[in-house]
């Protein structure tokens, strides 16, 4: 038996506690990230590259000071041994711009568990050229026009 790996029924009910987690995070909620990560667990998204509680709390803060009503919705998932596979709508508004206009970012996030059940990696895969820039008032305009560009 490979005691490296945490056992299939911790994950999942690990699995579930991340999905809840996420979708109710409010910025309180961030002070919770303990029970759910690894001390040293390293985040990277397209902006991000940490590693440790401290910084990712970090982010997870800035992002309810940056955006109105921020919210995460799980689609999907695959648990399989030690890692987890989600896929998810981010919701929000951008406070800084005028529009108020609802936005969603579709993304992935690849998660890796240690054998106690903690998540000791935190990935997120997402367009930030489609999903984000492309939004945006000025830039959007730019990015539109140097994907059209870029798929003759």
């Not at 999942?12 to 999905?19: I, K, P």
């Not at 050229?129 to 305009?141: C, D, H, N, T, V």
Request: with cysteine; proline share 5%; aromatic share 12%.
């Amino acid at each position: 038996m490979n005691t490296d790996s945490p056992n299939d029924t911790v994950v999942e009910e690990q699995v579930n506690e991340v999905v809840r987690f996420f979708e109710s995070l409010t910025p309180a909620s961030v002070d919770e990230l303990p029970r759910i990560y690894d001390t040293q667990a390293r985040f990277k998204d397209p902006f991000n590259d940490v590693t440790g509680l401290p910084a990712i709390s970090h982010i997870f803060k800035h992002m309810f000071v940056t955006l109105e009503e921020p919210r995460f919705v799980v689609t999907s998932r695959v648990v399989q041994g030690q890692q987890c596979f989600l896929t998810w709508e981010f919701r929000f508004r951008f406070r800084r711009f005028k529009q108020g206009q609802n936005q969603v970012i579709l993304g992935a996030t690849h998660l890796l568990f240690s054998k106690t059940g903690l998540v000791t990696l935190h990935r997120d895969y997402w367009d930030a050229a489609e999903e984000l820039y492309e939004k945006l008032p000025l830039i959007g305009s730019l990015m539109l026009w140097l994907r059209k560009r870029a798929n003759s």
